[in-house]
């Protein structure tokens, strides 16, 4: 297990933490007030096509080292901006990871291709207005109709709904698996208003409702039978919280640090206090800690997906309830100053909690852990 980066890795990585440096000043996408609207989201995603960075983890990408450069990726983007990284992730790494992974050639083509390009929104409808588990079936389903499908259901917290072009609808077609890919404008689509989020401001995200929604026959994949398709889709989601876990506390450790460096209490310099540079090292730790398991999980994502399965477990655990601790440490360090608006820290400690609850919840990991290491399985 070599985590060492290469200078190419290195230099997307730069590449990806300033992408955003062209938007307009008043354009943040994380302050309380953000609209991430189609048009920013658009020029974001425009960027980063201008690197590797949306391809990775959706096809192969040379000198660069699969889900491992991904997750340093990830955690560039996810520092520089949540509200930013989340919602590209989840038009590239869930719809376009599922177009990827379950298309045919014309529909990479008509999909896939212009998310690459930074071109094309998607989102992906999983959860339902029960708590989704891998064991229970969706309600969401569609009827065949000749070359036509109508879908009926309803999905909850679906990142992107507002501004994307095009929605990936989980449910069941015939008693399999299926995803419909539905078009915003189709009729029968209904999207509700965006709704107001502790953390993630920027990210647009709302439950969608689905009445007797008609679309055609070629709209639908229906991935392989013996795949778990919902553990996989929430694996990827959980690659995705992971990546924003390490975002998020290098973001709030690098703020602490930098004011205790150039802030006085007392006479002396914030850092000069040991108990205030015993709270920097805590954080430091836990940092170190989270991007290890991150990347270990991410290694064994390409040498043994099977263990990768409960490695992303812990490191979902581990790295999101990290995450939280080294943000409320940052604001700790700060004091007042860590709650005014604008600084990276107090972004990040509102960001903090959504990380934890969705994917896999953090209790429902543990649960999984305990049920794999005794034997049981799915």
Not at 34 to 61: H, N
Not at 193 to 210: D, F, K, N, V, W
Not at 224 to 230: E, F, K, L, S
Not at 332 to 346: D, F, H, K, P
Request: aromatic share 8%.
């Amino acid at each position: 297990m070599n985590y060492d980066f290469t200078p190419l890795e290195t230099a997307l990585f730069a590449d990806v933490a300033t992408a955003l440096k062209n938007l307009p000043a008043d354009a943040d996408p994380d302050s309380r007030q953000a609209v991430l609207d189609k048009d920013l989201l658009c020029r974001i995603t425009g960027c980063l096509a201008q690197t590797s960075y949306l391809r990775l983890g959706l096809e192969p990408v040379a000198d660069l080292n699969g889900h491992l450069t991904l997750m340093g990726a990830m955690e560039a983007l996810a520092c520089r901006s949540p509200s930013a990284y989340l919602a590209v992730e989840a038009s590239t790494r869930l719809f376009g990871r599922a177009v990827a992974g379950w298309g045919d050639t014309a529909r990479k083509a008509r999909w896939l291709k212009p998310v690459l390009a930074g071109d094309l929104i998607g989102a992906l409808a999983l959860s339902e207005t029960f708590t989704h588990s891998a064991n229970q079936s969706l309600s969401t389903c569609g009827e065949k109709h000749g070359q036509q499908v109508t879908v009926t259901g309803a999905k909850q917290y679906v990142i992107n709904a507002p501004v994307a072009d095009w929605i990936a609808v989980a449910g069941m077609l015939e008693e399999r698996f299926a995803l419909f890919f539905i078009q915003s404008t189709t009729p029968g689509l209904f999207i509700d208003t965006p709704l107001e989020t502790m953390g993630y401001e920027g990210t647009a995200i709302s439950h969608i409702r689905l009445d007797g929604c008609r679309i055609d026959a070629d709209q639908v994949i229906c991935p392989n039978n013996g795949q778990n398709v919902p553990e996989m889709l929430k694996m990827w989601e959980n690659q995705i919280l992971l990546g924003a876990a390490l975002g998020i506390s290098g973001a709030a450790f690098e703020t602490a640090r930098d004011f205790a460096k150039t802030h006085k209490s007392d006479g002396k310099p914030v850092i000069a206090h040991q108990e205030m540079g015993f709270k920097l090292a805590e954080m430091f730790t836990l940092l170190q800690t989270a991007q290890l398991l991150a990347y270990r999980t991410a290694w064994t994502m390409e040498t043994n997906p099977v263990e990768a399965r409960e490695l992303m477990w812990c490191a979902k655990v581990f790295c999101t309830e990290s995450a939280e601790q080294i943000c409320s440490q940052a604001l700790q360090v700060m004091g007042s100053a860590g709650c005014v608006e604008g600084n990276r820290a107090q972004t990040a400690y509102r960001c903090a909690k959504y990380n934890q609850v969705t994917g896999t919840s953090t209790e429902i990991a543990r649960v999984k852990i305990g049920d794999a290491e005794l034997g049981y399985r799915e």
